[in-house]
């Protein structure tokens, strides 16, 4: 039957009425066009929203009805039920969320991906044209970002319809064409119809076109309406199983948020499967044509499989939790981005949000190098050396994995502050990287002076070293926290420190001064040593001052 399913639009000997050849590529080329028009539309969207979705996100954390309609209201605006998965992971992994408020966002997005069927059921293919005139004007003759936006959504909007209209076009000839209705039959058998449209959407990756489809195949009368809602069911299947697929390899919190999707969905349409015919008849009420009905059925299912589900979705996230259990990270995994998801390039200010995350990552490891550098300068072994200078490897790594996303980030189309957010974000990555070079090279080669030499430093000195590498430290930390929460009464705090490490430095080298003139062996090899570990903390400062000024424009 799947085969027939794929088969309908195959070559037929010559002297049948239809030329084949010519119905698929008007059918595909009419999707085409659809899918050109979605993504318009879309992006679009995204750009006008961006900046709204931050706020938006915020509320996911409250309870799970707020994450229901939190999930529901991102899903509808980035047109991705995927895209709202990846962001979930994310607040998984950075720990603002759990397993069981991230379930209700989940079911929410579902509810959200139910809006582009009820887009397209609007009867308005006629003024298609018109709105794609309309956007392409706005586009091609708006001066302002703000304008071709608005273009792009126009134009989006009526390439939608159009492509409905081509599709439509060519399933007409086919209300006679015997192979097609023999395959259309077939849909009669709702397990078949829910399994065709599932592998369909799973080898398209767009639920939004396999809905199309069956939407225009129901309004030209060619499905019936149970069969209709048969196969948008299987749709959900088909998109729920491309982000379980898209899971593997990702870390235990991307493949739990994928599991739950799959699992709800599948769950569903099990449950509703033997009730379809109720369904349809339910929606018949609700009036419209048979492509109405079909977006009707579509969500109602699943507003009401979210009902269903969400009283239990403490006892679901631990099914999720049993099913696949923590693991220790590996040292390739530790190396590896966990934010940097490509699904998300397509949405820049979310995009940019979970480069912070992975920068707030990576500041951690600095943070922690930074930390371990002066015990093992002034005292550790070989060994701990060696340590230290390995850690950097895992800040090299994600210093490239972070610029190449930014990078990415960069092509796509920006605001105006977006663009000042890249470039912050890069400057604020290479920062990152170059105290983490100070560490692995400059003070990892003074460990090993020290003993090669045989150097001792002395409890006086080591005192006031560690008082500076302690302000140095905290000011580090505080420009860390700066950066990724983007405060700025923190960023002023590490600027207005300089005075304290000026004054701190000014102290140290007059007590380096002092110990020249102790009869003590080594003292001028001593004295280099010492200064040189001053020299390179105060560099970590204005490192740490720098990632500050970049974390707001407003600190100077």
Not at 160 to 172: E, L, P, R, W
Not at 201 to 212: D, K, P, V
Not at 485 to 508: C, F, G, P, S
Request: glycine content about 8%; overall charge neutral; some cysteine.
């Amino acid at each position: 039957m799947i085969n027939e399913f794929f088969g309908m639009f195959a070559l037929v000997e010559e002297g049948e009425e239809i030329n084949t050849l010519l119905q698929a590529i008007e059918l595909f080329g009419g999707l085409a066009i659809f899918l050109l028009g979605l993504d318009y539309l879309t992006e679009s969207l995204k750009l006008v929203a961006g900046t709204r979705l931050k706020g938006i996100l915020g509320a996911m954390t409250k309870n799970r009805v707020i994450g229901l309609i939190t999930g529901a209201a991102v899903t509808a605006l980035v047109q991705s039920s995927s895209v709202t998965t990846v962001l979930i992971v994310g607040f998984i992994s950075s720990g603002l969320m759990t397993l069981g408020q991230s379930i209700g966002v989940i079911l929410g997005a579902n509810i959200g991906s139910t809006i582009t069927a009820q887009i397209v059921a609007f009867k308005i293919t006629k003024y298609s044209l018109a709105a794609v005139a309309v956007g392409f004007g706005f586009m091609f003759f708006g001066k302002q970002e703000r304008t071709k936006t608005r273009g792009s959504l126009f134009l989006g909007l009526g390439l939608v319809f159009f492509g409905m209209t081509v599709m439509s076009s060519a399933m007409k000839p086919l209300r006679s064409y015997e192979p097609f209705i023999d395959a259309m039959a077939s849909m009669d058998n709702l397990f078949l119809a829910v399994l065709a449209a599932a592998s369909f959407t799973a080898l398209i990756q767009s639920s939004a076109a396999t809905t199309g489809m069956v939407i225009v195949l129901a309004t030209s009368g060619l499905v019936s309406p149970t069969a209709g809602i048969a196969m948008v069911l299987g749709a959900n299947i088909g998109t729920s199983i491309t982000a379980f697929l898209a899971a593997i390899g990702k870390p235990r919190s991307a493949q739990r948020a994928a599991m739950a999707h799959t699992f709800f969905n599948v769950a569903g349409v099990l449950l509703w499967l033997p009730f379809i015919g109720f369904l349809a008849d339910l929606v018949e009420g609700f009036g419209g044509d048979r492509g109405r009905q079909i977006a009707n059925a579509h969500t109602v299912f699943n507003v009401a499989n979210a009902l269903l589900f969400l009283p239990f979705t403490t006892q679901l996230a631990g099914l999720m939790n049993r099913i696949l259990p923590d693991r220790e990270e590996s040292a390739e995994e530790a190396l590896r981005a966990k934010y940097l998801d490509t699904e998300l390039l397509r949405t820049p200010a979310l995009a940019l949000d979970h480069c912070r995350l992975e920068l707030a990552r990576m500041a951690r490891r600095t943070q922690e190098m930074v930390d371990t550098a002066l015990p093992a300068v002034l005292g550790g072994t070989k060994q701990d050396l060696i340590n230290l200078e390995n850690m950097d490897v895992e800040i090299d790594s994600l210093e490239r994995q972070i610029i190449q996303y930014l990078g990415k980030i960069s092509t796509k189309r920006l605001s105006r502050s977006e663009s000042a957010e890249v470039t912050a974000l890069i400057e604020a990555t290479t920062a990152l990287e170059s105290i983490g070079d100070i560490m692995e090279t400059n003070m990892v080669s003074l460990g090993h002076s020290r003993l090669d030499q045989d150097l001792v430093v002395s409890e006086v000195t080591r005192e006031v070293i560690v008082d500076f590498h302690q302000t140095v430290s905290s000011a580090l930390d505080l420009a860390l926290c700066a950066l990724t929460e983007q405060d700025e009464a923190k960023a002023k705090r590490v600027v207005k420190m300089k005075k304290t490490i000026n004054n701190l430095e000014a102290k140290a080298l007059v007590h380096q001064t002092e110990r020249l003139l102790v009869d003590e062996p080594n003292r001028l090899a001593n004295f280099h040593y010492e200064t040189d570990i001053y020299a390179n903390l105060k560099r970590v400062y204005y490192f740490s001052k720098r990632i500050a000024r970049l974390s707001t424009p407003r600190v100077e």
